[in-house]
Every structure is written in C-alpha cells, then in structure tokens.
C-alpha cells in the first residue's frame, strides 16, 4: 500500500510506516554486533558528529545552468560523519568513516583533500577507507572554478569553499574517530514514496525529462521507481541512539532552483527525528541508486496536490 511521504511538510503529514518501526525497535532485542568470524569475541566501536558547512558569505550554488548567487540560507548545509571500528580483544579487523555532505557531489580533488587534513591528525586510521558522499542538492556551493562567471567581488570563490569545506569536513572526522566506544547496530527496511521516475514517454516513442503527463500522447514513464526506505541504527554504550543511516533511492530535489542556500528535504527530516530522539542524533543521508527519480510526483500533479492540502 502506498504510503505517502512529503519530506519538506514531515511534521503536517501522517507519519509513515517507515518511522512506526523506528519507534518499536527496542535496542536490547534487534541490536546487532559486528558480524565477525566469532561474533561474542567481536566489539563494534562507534563514533558520530555533524557540522556545518554553510558560508558565511554569498556563493554561486550548484546544480543548474546559470549563474545563481545565494541570497539568503534556508537552512544549514552539513558534513555528517560516521566513525566505525570493529576489534577482537587487541587487534583491528577493519575500520571506516563514512561523510555524508549537503551538497551536489563529492567533485574531484575533495576527498583527497581531506585525506590529506586528517592523515596527521589520526595516525592509527589508514585513510584511504575515509569515504564521502553528497545528498544531490541543488543548492549549496559550487565547488568547480570555471563552472559559472563570477561577479569580481562579493561572492565567495569555489576553491576558497573547498578550503573552508574541507577543513570542517575534516574537524568533524577527527573528531568522530577520536569519541567512539563500544556500540551496537541492527538495520531495517521500510518503504516510503519518495522516488518519482520524471521521464514522460509518448506515442512516438520519445522521451522527455519533465515532460507533460496531461497531454494525449502521454504513455506512462519511462523507467521503474524503487520506493524501499533501508535504515542502519547505531546506539551508544548507553543503549542511547546515536546515528542513523537512512538510504532512499532519490537526490534532494524537492525544491531546487531559487537563489536561497538549503539542504532540501532532508533538513526537516533530521529535525524532525531530533524531536523525537535527541537533538544529539547524527543523521547520515545516503542517496542510492537514483536514475531519473525525483522527490516531486509527475503525474496525477493535480490530484496530488489537492489531496495534500
């Protein structure tokens, strides 16, 4: 059954069933430790943090064609990181740090930069398992020079971001790394209509992203949507739930465009699981296999509205 979801009105909308087994996992039932060739012997080792990548001065924002300078910040754009180390008694058997950023890539050179920052900073982590990856909104900073033709003064430029950026992203690494303790995990499964395919094919076989749904011509859209929600939770020593992971399979579209700098739909989302578990939980939004999906409906435009009003 469809379960409705409007991520930039969460808290007006009826909760869906995603969020109903959120609540009703109790930690000391469904937490998992590490699996391991011998799990009671394995600890997992959790560490978890969130800054703010949001400038401080206006920005060319990413993700259209022309040249648009923010004007004003909806909400922050962040750097989500999550520390993991899995240990038998003395010895390591694996690590990793996985950043989750607001913006619309991870551009070349990024990742090494903050490879870079951090190398000396934790000797004992082996930095090529540092990993980042972005949520696909269309407006945070740009961070290619020469994408756009930037005005002489006001604006700050890409390279001068990803200095700043990099330099955040990288504080809030180390410090992950360095609070992880003895924790527990366990994943879930729900379904949320986040993903709506946006390519309209008509009668004579053609396609077009956007294109019209009302018309005549109008077949169906081109491809599947994956509407499966996938969900990690990590709880602290304290049974305490300290971050989460949640993978949709659509990019932070729902209101791209504009001149204003924000996170799209997942900045309530975080706010609103905050409300209920703590202003201290980390959330790491994970944009997965996408294609031609958007957080917008295609077709049936006006029904859909009118039943959300």
């Known amino acids: 059954m469809k379960q409705d979801l409007d991520p930039t009105h969460w808290q007006d909308r009826k909760r869906p069933n995603w969020w109903k087994f959120m609540e009703r996992l109790p930690a000391a039932v469904v937490a998992l430790q590490i699996v391991g060739a011998d799990v009671r012997a394995t600890?997992?080792?959790?560490?978890?943090?969130?800054?703010?990548?949001?400038?401080?001065?206006?920005?060319?924002?990413?993700?259209?064609?022309?040249?648009?300078?923010?004007n004003k910040i909806e909400s922050p754009v962040t750097a989500t990181a999550l520390a993991l180390e899995s240990r038998r008694e003395n010895e390591i058997l694996d690590q990793a740090i996985i950043v989750s950023c607001d913006l619309i890539a991870i551009r070349h050179g990024v990742l090494e930069k903050v490879r870079e920052k951090i190398k000396p900073r934790l000797?004992?982590?082996?930095?090529?398992?540092?990993?980042?990856?972005?949520?696909?909104?269309?407006?945070?900073?740009?961070?290619?020079?020469?994408?756009?033709?930037?005005?002489?003064?006001?604006?700050?430029?890409?390279?001068?971001?990803?200095?700043?950026?990099?330099?955040?992203?990288?504080?809030?690494v180390v410090a992950s790394w360095n609070q992880r303790q003895p924790g527990k995990a366990a994943?879930?499964?729900?379904?949320?209509?986040?993903?709506?395919?946006?390519?309209?094919?008509?009668?004579?076989?053609?396609?077009?992203?956007?294109?019209?749904?009302?018309?005549?011509?109008?077949?169906?859209?081109?491809?599947?949507e994956d509407h499966d929600l996938d969900v990690l939770f990590f709880w602290n020593r304290d049974d305490r739930?300290?971050?989460t992971a949640i993978n949709v399979a659509c990019p932070a579209q729902e209101k791209e465009g504009g001149r204003s700098m924000h996170a799209d739909f997942w900045h309530p989302v975080r706010e609103s699981l905050r409300k209920r578990y703590g202003d201290e939980l980390h959330v790491l939004a994970m944009t997965g296999a996408a294609g031609d999906q958007v957080s917008r409906p295609q077709f049936n435009k006006r029904a859909d509205h009118r039943a959300r009003m």
């Open 241 to 243: 739930l300290l971050a």
């Open 187 to 224: 994943w879930g499964q729900g379904q949320a209509v986040v993903a709506h395919n946006r390519r309209a094919v008509y009668a004579d076989g053609s396609a077009r992203m956007y294109g019209a749904t009302n018309k005549g011509s109008f077949r169906g859209m081109e491809a599947a």
């Open 43 to 70: 600890e997992l080792w959790i560490g978890a943090g969130t800054t703010s990548i949001t400038p401080d001065e206006p920005v060319a924002l990413a993700g259209h064609r022309k040249l648009r300078v923010s």
């Open 123 to 172: 000797p004992d982590f082996d930095t090529r398992k540092l990993i980042l990856c972005a949520t696909h909104t269309h407006n945070a900073p740009v961070m290619m020079l020469g994408r756009y033709t930037l005005p002489e003064s006001g604006v700050m430029t890409p390279d001068r971001y990803v200095e700043f950026m990099t330099n955040r992203v990288a504080n809030v």
